[in-house]
């Protein structure tokens, strides 16, 4: 009963946390907020970080904002996009380039702890973390029709969003401008350099200085991936001489939506030697759970539908007190 209780105290703490972080995140949309503290983390946060909403037609993008911790007034700012389609930039807040991280070692359960990040990037850039396309994370529609998307509309949207976004920050108007992004977004994000490097050709105010764009592990064309599957499978030695060499005959060297019965039946025999085979990085374990880092594996998967849950709990909370 006792553990029952705690437990209890501690998902009631941790709610009574959650609305406050929703409104400081929702605020007045198209301004950004400032955001001094953060559930989990001990004291005022030793960097600048911004919340608010960019209005691009019916669609309201959510941004996180991370001042450079050095420079901020001549860093490059950074537009950060995660993949999915459809994950939050607060992936890539905490897990992949931001000023935060979770206590894993720490963890017990319940609220978790934060952690500074040493490598983060924003020691030296200054960090736009954009929930795209729209139904990402905070990131919403006003009408139900413009929730319907695709790589190029969000492509177009995003431009909007940057040049709308460098109106609302002067003083970044300045500096060099980078796009990065992983996964899927690494479709989006070229398609996002030529607009606005079209933008910038027809004379759009304000001008985005563009300087270059980062891709990591991106998500390119889906037929040239899975043509190229095959031929790094047989260099790895995944798979054998003899079976490489059936499929690419009975499959004509294109293993894409196969209509031969002969070629179906070899990438079957692939599939079998490499179903159980990481396919982000072959020389770890295909279950994460086995690595050596497994306990930290586990924690993250807990911390997450820790906050999942407890973030659905809150806006309900929100939305009931809202009305």
């Known amino acids: 009963m006792a553990s029952s209780s705690s437990s209890s105290a501690k998902r009631n703490t941790a709610l009574s946390f959650f609305p406050l972080l929703l409104l400081s995140l929702f605020g007045s949309a198209f301004a950004g907020n400032i955001v001094k503290t953060l559930p989990g983390y001990p004291g005022p946060l030793p960097f600048t970080l911004e919340t608010g909403y960019i209005s691009v037609g019916e669609v309201e993008f959510f941004y996180y904002f991370v001042h450079s911790q050095g420079k901020p007034a001549s860093d490059p700012v950074l537009l950060y996009m995660n993949g999915g389609p459809g994950c939050t930039g607060l992936n890539g807040f905490i897990f992949q ?31 736009i973390y954009l929930d795209a ?89 889906t037929d040239v991936e899975t043509n190229s599957k095959i031929p790094f ?16 005959t009975s499959c004509n060297d294109y293993y894409v939506e196969s209509t031969s019965a002969n070629c179906t039946e070899d990438l079957a025999a692939v599939n079998e030697c490499i179903e159980l085979i990481n396919r982000q990085n072959i020389l770890e374990p295909y279950c994460a759970f086995l690595s050596p880092e497994s306990h930290e594996a586990f924690k993250i998967s807990i911390i997450c539908s820790w906050i999942y849950g407890s973030l659905i709990q809150a806006c309900k909370q929100l939305f009931m007190f809202a009305l």
Request: glycine share 6%.
């Open 133 to 221: 396309p729209v139904g990402a994370g905070f990131s919403y529609a006003t009408t139900a029709a413009s929730y319907s998307s695709d790589d190029s509309l969000t492509a177009q949207q995003i431009h909007i969003f940057v040049r709308k976004w460098l109106i609302e920050y002067p003083s970044f108007q300045s500096n060099p401008f980078f796009i990065a992004s992983d996964s899927y977004a690494g479709i989006i994000t070229p398609m996002l350099a030529q607009n606005i490097l079209q933008g910038n050709e027809a004379l759009i105010t304000p001008l985005v200085r563009l300087k270059g764009y980062v891709l990591s592990c991106p998500h390119t064309d």
């Open 97 to 127: 380039t931001g000023p935060l991280k979770f206590n894993l070692s720490d963890y017990t359960g319940g609220l978790p702890t934060l952690l500074n990040e040493p490598n983060a990037w924003t020691k030296t850039s200054n960090i």
């Open 233 to 248: 499978a047989h260099r790895m030695t995944l798979i054998s001489d003899a079976l490489y060499k059936a499929v690419k």
